[in-house]
């Protein structure tokens, strides 16, 4: 399965220092049953600080099951990796809404 999130982040302060709305986008990839994540993929604010944060357990062999139990900080960029459920092959919306 491949999981998939896109938001609009209408984050004040952020909005002020870009003048728009940030699209960001994350993906996380993990093929088969044991669902070790092999890579992930995010565009957005603090990509650098997201990246760095997570290289760890996905070098060490962090499962999704991991990223879920991961207790995310609100708010932060970041968090999303912790509620990821819906997958590209589902055809469901990615949009959220608020917190």
């Not at 070790?36 to 290289?55: K, M």
């Not at 708010?75 to 990796?81: K, M, S, V």
Request: proline share 4%; aromatic share 8%; charged share 20%.
């Amino acid at each position: 399965p491949l999981y998939s999130v896109r938001w609009l982040s209408d984050d004040e302060q952020l909005v002020t220092l870009s003048s728009s709305s940030i699209v960001s986008e994350v993906t996380m990839c993990f093929p088969g049953r044991a669902e070790r994540v092999i890579g992930f993929h995010y565009l957005g604010p603090n990509a650098g600080e997201v990246t760095q944060g997570f290289a760890l357990g996905i070098k060490l062999g962090a499962t999704k099951a991991d990223f879920d139990a991961t207790i995310g900080i609100h708010p932060t960029c970041a968090e999303i990796f912790t509620t990821l459920s819906v997958t590209k092959r589902s055809g469901k919306s990615t949009e959220q809404s608020g917190c």
